[in-house]
């Protein structure tokens, strides 16, 4: 069962407001938890996406000096 209500913003803070002091820092706990978490999510794909990558030629290079390494272990 689902059920949808439509409410402004005026209302949301009304509803709100009449929250006991308790509540509302409850509620409040919560909504900054969600956007730290929103901050954190945004930040890290704004590292990934802006992070170097590696040209073909340093790829090649990287793979060739691990296929030295693996023949060089001692099995």
Request: no cysteine.
């Amino acid at each position: 069962m689902e059920l949808k209500i439509k409410i402004n913003y005026k209302q949301i803070l009304q509803l709100v407001q009449q929250l006991p002091k308790r509540d509302r820092e409850q509620l409040s706990v919560v909504l900054q938890s969600e956007i730290e978490a929103d901050k954190s999510a945004k930040s890290l794909q704004e590292i990934i996406l802006n992070a170097p990558t590696w040209t073909e030629a340093d790829f090649r290079a990287y793979n060739e000096a691990r296929g030295h390494i693996n023949q060089s272990r001692i099995a």
